[in-house]
């Protein structure tokens, strides 16, 4: 079988329950993105080695944004129903890693930091601005689709910036490079204010 259908050559491709959309409506800009989260979090992968600690949450990761993509090329009018698992317990798996590393971490994350540190701390801030483009695309099809965007997914999504974020502190405190501050969190800086 071969792999191109020529039937997306005039600009539309086909969703789930068979209907097309042309490629930049909001349903396909917002899954392109998260799939270039998908993919930028298999070079990350890639980068940590076989071994490494994160694999099996970042394995984990990729396939439930598969499930996602899936239920969100579902427009809500299809009768056909979607097979694929919904993973409904995301946000709470990220919350759970995200406390599991800030644990670990032996400075508390009270600045905005410049991305950078290493290779592996920016693939994670590149994951967590990519993911932060999906999170306002999902907002944007959720106005023209409600019943399409489940909560689950627009809660999952947005823990996961944090995640990366957590993530990038989290190796750059592990080989002991130092954090490029820029300013203090809002709610800090009031809390500075106050007790002067």
Not at 76 to 104: H, I, R, T, Y
Not at 114 to 123: D, H, K, Y
Not at 180 to 185: Q, S, Y
Request: glycine share 6%.
């Amino acid at each position: 079988m071969k792999i191109y259908t020529r039937k997306g050559d005039k600009g539309s491709t086909g969703v789930f329950g068979g209907k097309r959309e042309f490629k930049n409506s909001a349903r396909i800009e917002c899954i392109g993105t998260l799939d270039e989260v998908n993919s930028t979090i298999g070079l990350l992968r890639s980068k940590l080695g076989n071994d490494h600690e994160w694999q099996p949450n970042l394995h984990r990761i990729q396939k439930d944004m598969m499930n996602m993509m899936s239920h969100l090329a579902r427009p809500s009018d299809s009768k056909k129903v979607n097979p694929n698992p919904e993973p409904k317990d995301g946000a709470e798996f990220c919350e759970q890693w995200l406390d599991e590393m800030e644990d670990s971490i032996s400075s508390p994350s009270d600045y905005f930091l410049l991305p950078g540190g290493n290779e592996i701390s920016a693939l994670c801030h590149v994951c967590r601005t990519q993911v932060r483009r999906g999170e306002r695309q999902l907002v944007t099809l959720m106005q023209e689709d409600p019943e399409c965007v489940h909560d689950y997914i627009m809660s999952y999504v947005n823990r996961m910036s944090d995640l990366f974020f957590t993530m990038a502190r989290a190796e750059m405190d592990k080989h002991g490079v130092a954090e490029e501050k820029w300013n203090l969190f809002l709610y800090k800086r009031k809390k500075k204010a106050v007790k002067k």
